[in-house]
């Protein structure tokens, strides 16, 4: 009797791959510059960046949600910090973020003044990965415009896309993630 419960607990679990303590996209309900968001803010000029993926604001460590960019040791990690630093360095932003990583490190959407979010266009440019193990944890429109946004990138051969390049979660552990079909919410994890 409890292996089937046990299994459907597993199953679930297992969907939205990634899961290290996030708040799924279903109880994202707030909004900032048009995008559902987490309701955590946190507002400051980026004091630094890290990497393609990693800045800080407020002495705070922010991670980019949704993005994966290539390690600094890696072919293509320092073109892509450059690139987050040439949009963010000194620059006021606004963080929103529903959650904090394992590094203590806030996980959020980092919005410039004028509401350009710097998360898709890392993406956007080639300069990180559509980290689509983590999908589940995003609002569908959000799913949608950072898969629009590695296939074209992709397709025109920007950034990392210019040669071949291995994932980040590659180069640290070797091996794929679990990428979501279903979501918990029931969305269909087609993005």
Same mark, same amino acid.
């Given at each position: 009797m409890?292996?089937?419960?046990?299994?459907?607990?597993?199953?679930?679990?297992?969907?939205c791959g990634g899961g290290d303590g996030a708040l799924p996209a279903q109880n994202m309900?707030?909004?900032?510059?048009?995008?559902?968001?987490?309701s955590g803010r946190l507002t400051g000029a980026v004091s630094s960046v890290h990497d393609g993926d990693t800045l800080t604001v407020n002495g705070q460590s922010i991670r980019l949600d949704s993005i994966d960019a290539p390690e600094l040791d890696q072919a293509y990690g320092p073109t892509s910090r450059d690139h987050l630093a040439s949009l963010a360095l000194g620059q006021r932003v606004?963080?929103?973020?529903?959650?904090?990583?394992?590094?203590?490190?806030?996980?959020g959407t980092v919005f410039k003044a004028d509401c350009s979010n710097l998360n898709l266009n890392q993406v956007a440019m080639g300069a990180a990965w559509y980290y689509?193990?983590?999908?589940?944890?995003?609002?569908? @429109?959000?799913?949608?415009?950072? !898969? =629009?946004?590695? $296939?074209?990138?992709?397709? @025109?051969?920007?950034?990392?896309? !210019? =040669?071949?390049? $291995?994932?980040p979660w590659v180069f640290r552990n070797g091996e794929e993630p679990v990428v979501p079909?279903?979501?918990?919410?029931?969305?269909?994890?087609s993005n």
């Open positions: 409890w292996r089937p419960l046990l299994f459907f607990f597993a199953v679930i679990l297992s969907a309900g707030e909004t900032y510059c048009g995008v559902v968001t987490g606004t963080i929103t973020y529903s959650k904090n990583d394992r590094y203590d490190r806030v996980v689509e193990a983590y999908k589940c944890e995003i609002d569908i @429109r959000q799913r949608t415009a950072f !898969a =629009a946004a590695q $296939v074209s990138a992709r397709a @025109r051969s920007l950034g990392l896309w !210019a =040669a071949p390049a $291995v994932a079909t279903v979501c918990p919410n029931g969305d269909a994890a």
